[in-house]
């Protein structure tokens, strides 16, 4: 056979029918395709972000006014206890398996995921934990009060008297959550270290691999932590243990170590993979290799070390003494430092390309400027003084929300344009990505930004109503909410017409680098009609040769 080249990778030649994929049916059903799942979590988990907005606009509908004259008080605190669950352990987290699912076994040559049936279990334990979140809703005294970290001894009241509330519900939940993601880990992890395509060395995998494969070490260590914690104050709450009681003699500071021991780690687990991302991206659109390859791959290592030791930052003000204060300060600020190395990178790799602004680079980029904003605001929240002045304030909201929204939402939907042909086989319609755009960085701005102030002026987080004096931000923050929730709806439009009835889409349309690309558009079920053999390194990632993949003999 000849060497046929394809957008600057060269394969073996030879035939390109497949099997075809199959119909939207299978979406709904037992799937093993790794692809199938991906996609199923990635509809599944926007189900839920669009649940989760609707609970943010309520709120931000409260907060417009100084008195709380919206909702109930006993709502509201369920609404964002609801809110914040909603938001994590069913969007962030599920969106970017979801991604990972579907990306992974086709960056590394492989036809599927290490355990296709684990796979298959640990999505479908998602939605079971959507109902036991929403049902909370309908039994007495509504959901979850307690903020989506559930501290002891708040999380401890049960004023109902009843054994099935919305505490014990949220915590059933999160323990369910806890068991899928320790399942997803263990696949990610297997997959990656055992099934990597002949040649695919672990310093020739895509960096979006070498990110979920960072993201998922740190799930197997640290969920468990949460996970216990979680069934412990299950205990608590329904057997009458005294793990976190403290009116039994138990230890409530106990449980924010369980919690953030994860919880903390749980930011870079979501964020890494956004990271992976914007390496894969900003290569594409700049016409240029990525800037020092080899070092951002293991910075991605080196945050989910670090990772380890930094939790108790979030606990100066519970009763830390202060020399752990010192070490934990120290730590968190090290963490800049892999961060920054990425930064650099994808820096330097934009400087003097021939920039595309499209869809996907455009939130890429989006993500990028707020990710470094966020990183300024983080570094200060590092600092003891600084923490403890706005501990609890809205300062630590609006850090909190220009990384999960500004950085991971954004850079979400820069995945989601970018490999929209490639699940597809469809385009989508660019002007409509770029209003979704400009509506999403708007009022990602518009709602966020106004919390920093806020915060220094002294506005407390979680409270309904707040001092006429601080009236002014947060309309500003209220309208801007309302307008990100709007920015989702030319999002959906253009995503479900395009799927249904967009511009046919070629199998490489952005001229990308990767084996994902050498394959039909949307790939065939098992994606490789022969397990590839790769022999250079990745064009776009480190050197500037061609990846040349070969069929296996």
Avoid: C
């Amino acid at each position: 056979m000849t060497n046929i080249p394809l957008h600057g990778i060269s394969v073996n030649g030879g035939s390109n029918h497949h099997e075809s994929p199959g119909n939207w049916k299978r979406y709904f059903g037992f799937s093993t395709d790794h692809k199938v799942i991906g996609i199923q979590y990635l509809v599944t988990s926007f189900i839920f972000f669009l649940v989760g907005g609707i609970f943010a606009m309520i709120l931000r509908g409260e907060l417009i006014t100084p008195e709380a004259d919206l909702v109930d008080r006993t709502v509201y605190n369920g609404m964002f206890t609801m809110h914040g669950t909603v938001m994590l352990f069913l969007w962030t987290f599920p969106s970017l398996v979801g991604l990972a699912n579907y990306l992974v076994p086709i960056m590394i040559g492989a036809r599927d995921m290490a355990f296709p049936r684990l796979n298959a279990v640990a999505f479908w334990m998602v939605p079971v934990v959507g109902i036991l979140l929403m049902s909370s809703f309908f039994v007495p005294g509504g959901p979850a009060q307690a903020g989506w970290w559930a501290y002891p001894p708040v999380s401890l009241q049960n004023p109902t008297g009843n054994l099935v509330n919305g505490q014990v519900l949220w915590l059933l939940a999160v323990a369910v959550s806890g068991v899928s993601s320790i399942m997803g880990a263990v696949n990610f992890v297997t997959t990656i270290v055992k099934m990597r395509a002949p040649g695919m060395t672990f310093f020739r995998m895509p960096l979006f691999v070498w990110a979920v494969f960072s993201a998922q070490i740190i799930q197997l260590f640290g969920l468990p932590a949460l996970t216990a914690g979680a069934v412990m104050l299950l205990f608590d709450l329904t057997v009458g243990t005294a793990f976190f009681d403290p009116s039994k003699g138990g230890n409530p500071v106990m449980f924010q170590h369980y919690f953030w021991f994860y919880s903390h780690p749980a930011v870079y687990v979501i964020i890494l993979p956004i990271f992976g991302i914007f390496s894969e991206i900003f290569p594409v659109y700049a016409r240029k290799p990525l800037f020092g390859y080899k070092v951002v791959a293991i910075s991605s290592i080196l945050i989910a070390v670090v990772s380890a030791i930094v939790w108790v930052h979030h606990m100066y003000v519970s009763g830390t003494p202060g020399w752990m204060r010192l070490i934990f300060m120290l730590t968190t600020m090290f963490v800049s430092v892999p961060t920054g190395i990425k930064v650099f990178a994808w820096v330097a790799t934009i400087w003097g390309g021939k920039l595309r602004l499209t869809t996907p680079m455009l939130f890429a980029l989006g993500g990028l400027i707020m990710f470094v904003f966020a990183g300024i605001t983080g570094i200060m929240l590092s600092s003891v003084p600084v923490d403890v002045h706005v501990n609890n304030t809205y300062f630590v909201v609006g850090h909190f929300h220009y990384v999960l929204y500004g950085t991971v939402t954004m850079g979400m939907y820069a995945a989601l344009y970018h490999w929209f042909p490639k699940m597809t086989g469809r385009m989508f319609h660019e002007g409509w990505g770029k209003i979704h755009f400009w509506l999403a960085f708007i009022g990602t701005n518009l709602n966020f930004l106004p919390m920093h102030p806020l915060g220094l002026q002294g506005m407390l987080r979680r409270a309904a109503s707040y001092a006429p004096d601080l009236v002014g931000w947060n309309i500003v923050a209220s309208l801007g909410s309302f307008l990100l929730g709007m920015s989702t709806l030319p999002f959906i439009f253009n995503i479900v017409i395009s799927w249904m009835q967009g511009e046919k889409a070629p199998d490489n349309p952005w001229r990308a680098i990767g084996l994902e690309w050498i394959i039909p558009s949307p790939p065939p079920v098992e994606n490789f009609e022969e397990i590839p053999t790769v022999i250079s390194e990745p064009y776009g990632y480190g050197k500037s040769e061609p990846l040349v993949a070969s069929a296996k003999e």
